[in-house]
Every structure is written in structure tokens, then in C-alpha cells.
């Protein structure tokens, strides 16, 4: 059972506001999406092929070098930086 | 109660393909922090990673260098943890699939160490601790490993470190790595028992975590077994746990015990799609092999008579041995040229690194020719070495400093002469000799070889002396 605490929990680990008056449809739906999972879980799927049903394989890349980013726009989304770096703050 | 030491070994080791596993950044050690990254190495949401080929090459490189089976169908996983070395929250592995079935490492007292996998992997990043936060680069992120997983077949340190050397060795050879445990290129986890002496069952295991020495591996396995040892003998139990080894303190510290152990929940990847091998492209890539440290030792101590010990350091290093089987090529006595490389040249490459780069003035084909000499008969072997130090200095051929005059040895006839002006010219060495002072003779050949100008047989020279003083 999906509650209400777990939609504020996974909000927040997620860092994401949900206004009080979103919880309970949220709620809802989440539960909806573990029913889902569920069924899927559920059908029989024992036999062969199954995790490669486009039938793809040896899809590669050849070992050549492409530019790589410059450092500004790899921090670009960093919510912290310093001295070049993804800063994580210690909680304590 | 005697114990016997049970270890296996985790090693990661880093290919040392151009870019990284899954994008086209470079792996390039070092540089300004987060700056061989892009969105797919740094794990933004909608990128899509895409397989490196020469990853899958190197890695059964790895696998055939190790006797292992290739396996023909390969998956990744995610390994899922939250942990700021890894921005996507899960490392791409291998898990359910592995490239890579079983194999061994031979060590020089004939035991074999089995190995139970080899898998490709992403590396994490780097985290900087300072001033109570941690600083990430990223540039490490997605740097292709393979990670080497052993059985609990190792019984000693001498062991453990044999395996660590010899996979380092091997490794090197066939390119896919400089293996630098020093620059982290090489790095070891280690699973430690003990077990009472002729027990069969295994004690409860610790692991040492991302030892990068191999100096420090010894201390800390010493460590780890005395503890072991000590806590079992006062009535203890040993707690399967992850330790951390202190190179300051030379002791080993808990990170986590078992019961807040890691639940990965690893799954298949999603984005990424199987891997085929074909046993063409296995024996294509076999074929690409050069001679491997361990068949070369065999083929210079079994055929060429080299002694074990000598073969060891002329296999140590690839460039070595190649430089000695150059050298060696359509000459009588490999011998003489293993003690070339192992003396003079050995005394000018001192430092390991010297070594592995073995980057000296003679070339192969130099030393080639000054043993052909040698061989022939045409200069003598004190001759030969007083060249070799010429050469090197100089980086000239063996011609250059030995004239016409020098070669054809010395006939019968004119070493007995040259014995017997020796003989008259020094009446005190004589004297001695008569005397029992052994060392006068060797005063007298001494004089023979400089009239000779190196060209006489000593061994020749010290009978005839004896012969006519005796």
C-alpha cells in the first residue's frame, strides 16, 4: 500500500515540492503504477527472449575521441560547485 | 593450533582504451577536475550510453591471457547504490552475464589459481574529502574496468603477491593496461580466512577494500591474519565484515559488517543490448596475442637453457624479452646473451622503470652481432665485454671498436709463446705460485690476456702456465 507518507518521502528524496492538496490524487496514481508493475511481474515470462524482444545486439561504438564538455556546462545543473567540483555537502 | 591463510582476490584494472566504456570521452589520467565528462559519463536523465568495441576486444584479450572461456552471449546490469562517486545512482557491471568464464593464474611453484569470472565495467569518480564536504571530478567516471574475480585458492602472502605480479605482468604484455596500482590503474580487494591447518571448510571472511600496493597488500593480509588468528585462538568468532587497511597505523578498521551490507538489487541494463561473440572474432583475437610471459619462460629455460632465474628477469618485461629474442636470433648461445642483458646492460637500467622501458643505446641487432663474433670464435669473452661497455657508451656497433687484428684468437702455438714470456717476465708471481699462493697464477694469465689484447682463452692459458711451471 502506497500512503501518503511515502508520496511526501520520495517527493523529497526526489527534490520535488508537492502541494498538500496534490498528495492524495498523487497517492493514487502511485499506487496505480505499482499495480501495473505488479501485473507485469505477474505474466508468465520463463521462456527465452524476453529481455532483448527488439532482437538487438552488438550495438557499438568505435574507441575514438570526441571533445568532451567543458567544465562550466558539466556544473551547469550542479546544485552546488567549488573549485571545479560537484560540491556535496556534509549533513552533519 | 597451526592456521593456514585463505585469500581470493577482487582486482579492478583499468583498459587502456582511448575513450571511455560508454561515451567518447577521453581516459586520459589526471587533467583539470570534470573535464573529460559529458552528459552520458555524468549520468544525466536521457542519455543513452553505447558500448565501446574495443572494451569488449581488450577484455577477452584479458580473458584469453588467463586461459579463460569467452563467453558467446554477455548482458550489463545496473548495481545500484547512492553514493556521490556515481551520478546515476548505479554502476553499469556485469552480474547474471559475465564476458568472461573461469581461467587461472599460474604461480611459479606450480599452483594454479582459479579464477571464477572476468566482467566489464564503468569506473566511479573521484571524491576529494575536505574541509568536511566532498568535491567529485568525474573525469575517472566511465573509464572501462575489468574486474578479475579469484576462488579462495591463495594460501600465502608470498602467494598473493606472486598473483598480483603476475597478473600485473601479463596484463601488461598484451597491452590492455599499464596496470599502475600507484595511479589506481590497478587496484585489489581482498577476501581473507583462516582456517586451522588441514581443515577443508572456510573460516568466516573479511574483505580488505581497494588496496593499491603491493607492498601494502602484504602488510595488511600479515595483519589481517594475525587478528584472525588471535581472535579465534582466545574464543572469538570472526565477523564477516568490510575493513579498510591504515597505512599509517598498519592496522585494518570496519567500514560496514555484514548486516548493513549492500543490497544492489541488480538488474539487467535497459539500454544497453546483448553482447554477441563470435568464436571468429575469439580466434581472431587469440591469433593477435603475442607469446605470453609464462610461454616464453618455458621456451628459454626448456629450450634455450637459460637457468630459472635468469629467465625470470628477461620475461619480466615484455620489452626485454623481445630485445632478447631480437638479439638472440641465429646465434649459437642464447646464454651469452642473456648474461649481456643481465650484466652490462642490466647495470645501466637500474631502476625498475628503466627496465620496463628498457630504453638502452644498444639495439638488438648490435648485440646480435658482437655475440656472432663471439660465437665464431673470432674475439674472446673478456674482449667481448670491454665492447659491450664501448657500445654502450656510445650507442656504435661492435665493428667500431674492434679492428682485423683483434679477431682470429690466438693458435695453439702462439699462446704457448705468449704463456711463456709471461712466465719469464714475472719471476716473483712464479715464485708465489710454487708456493701455494693460488692467486699468482691468475697474475700470470692476467699478463697473457693484456699481451693478447683479450683475444687469448683464459681457461686455455691458466693450463698452459700450469703446464710449464708445474
Redesign the interface.
Known sequence: MVTREDVENIALLSKLFVPEEELDGLTKSMQEIIDFADAINNAPADGEGF??I?N???????????P????KE??C?APEQ?????????R? | MKYELVAGFETHIELS???KI?????TQFGG????????VC?G?PGTLP???????RYAIKAGLAVHGEIAEIA?MDRKNYCY?DLAKAYQISQLYAPLIIGGYVELSNGRKIRLHHIHIEEDAGKL?HKH???????NRGGVPLIEIVSEPDIRSIDEAKEYVERLQQVMRYIGVSDCKMQEGSMRCDVNISVRPEGSEKLGTRTEIKNMNSINNIAKAMEYEFERQTDLIESGGKVVQETLRYDDASGTTSSMRSKEDAHDYRYF?DPD?????ISREEVEEIRASLPELPAEKFKRYTEELGIPEKDAQLLTKYRKISEFFDEACEGVKSAKSVSNFIIGQIFRRTETEADKEQFDVAVKPKQLNELVKLLDSGKIRNNLAKSTLEKMLDSGKGALDFISEADMGGVDDNALLELCKAAVESNPKAVEDFKNGKEKALKALVGNVMKNSRGKADAVAAEAKIKELIG
Open positions: 529481455d532483448n527488439n538487438l545486439s552488438n550495438v557499438y561504438r568505435e574507441d575514438e575521441v570526441v568532451s564538455y567543458d567544465c558539466i556544473l545543473n567549488a573549485e571545479d567540483h560537484f560540491l556535496v555537502r556534509n552533519e | 582504451t582511448k575513450t560508454f561515451c567518447g570521452c577521453t583539470e577536475p570534470n573535464t573529460h565528462c559529458c552528459p555524468i544525466l553505447k558500448l565501446n568495441r574495443e572494451v569488449v548482458k556521490p576529494i568536511g564536504d566532498t568535491y567529485v571530478d568525474y539487467r544497453l543490448v546483448t553482447i554477441n
